[in-house]
């Protein structure tokens, strides 16, 4: 059994449902991410699935360096704050600079740190040190058993709301392949874990100068890993993936999400019986 991870007015493991952590890759618009948020919320809320809504308010490790980024620190945390209030859900972002951290941590409910910078150990700290829940994406560089170290940053400074979440680790040239042994094995650190499915199909930079994908296996590892055991799904998802500015190949269509969710739901309730 997991520790339970308090974020906003849920709760994440500890033997509690599944949670949803849903959202665009990076916001476009205040009326796309609002449409996003509000049709997540209810999707999960007919199936009894806590949902926190994500989005980032820049990509700062886009392939390119005429790649759209996002919003920036002040406008995007004006948006994250404006649907919290709204709609009733926590919000979760991710963060990739020390500066960034505490007025983020002002605004959000979950702490985000990036998978290429899960070794930051001062971002790792700074983070903690807020008190926020902190979810750490581990390196598509890591094994599941190094995450250990990540797990030692965050408790030295006596925060112990911890996620570690999958997504997917390097195979060959532009490709990502999951090892479903990394769930249970984060797990065992007594942390709830997540796992990421869209960025797990990501082709990181096969496309010459933007990320492929292959959105077609998503049900299936969302699949796989709620029968091997998570806290949490992660999924990106746009009205229409073809045209997001970030991601587009590896984004869940958001009118897939209702028949992900009920499959991952009867998955659990399964194994749960």
């Given at each position: 059994m997991t520790k339970t991870v308090q974020v906003g007015n849920l709760q994440i493991g500890g033997g509690r449902p599944i949670a949803l952590i849903a959202g665009p890759c990076v916001m476009e618009s205040?009326?796309?991410c609002m449409e996003i948020a509000t049709f997540a919320r209810d999707t999960a809320a007919?199936?009894?699935i806590p949902y926190i809504f994500k989005a980032s308010f820049d990509k700062a490790n886009r392939t390119s360096v005429s790649s759209y980024r996002g919003f920036g620190l002040e406008k995007g945390l004006e948006l994250l704050a404006y649907i919290r209030s709204e709609l009733g859900v926590p919000v979760l972002t991710d963060v990739h600079e020390v500066v960034q951290v505490a007025s983020a941590a002002s605004v959000v409910d979950i702490l985000q740190i990036p998978a290429f910078l899960c070794r930051q150990t001062d971002l790792l700290v700074a983070a903690a040190k807020t008190g926020k829940p902190v979810n750490v994406k581990k390196g598509q560089f890591l094994a599941p058993w190094d995450m250990k170290n990540v797990v030692d940053k965050v408790k030295s400074t006596g925060n112990e709301n911890l996620l570690l979440t999958e997504r997917g680790c390097s195979f060959g040239y532009n490709t990502l392949v999951v090892d479903m042994c990394s769930l249970?094995?984060?797990?065992?650190?007594g942390y709830p874990v997540v796992f990421d499915a869209t960025h797990s199909v990501?082709?990181?930079g096969?496309?010459?100068n933007a990320s492929g994908g292959a959105r077609e296996f998503i049900p299936h590892l969302v699949r796989a890993a709620t029968a091997v055991g998570i806290d949490a799904l992660f999924i990106e998802t746009h009205p229409e993936p073809e045209k997001a500015l970030s991601d587009a190949a590896s984004m869940l269509k958001l009118a897939d999400l209702p028949e992900l969710l009920?499959?991952?739901k009867a998955i659990e309730q399964a194994i749960r019986k």
């Open positions: 205040r009326e796309q007919k199936l009894g249970p094995i984060m797990r065992s650190f990501q082709r990181p096969g496309q010459g009920e499959s991952m």
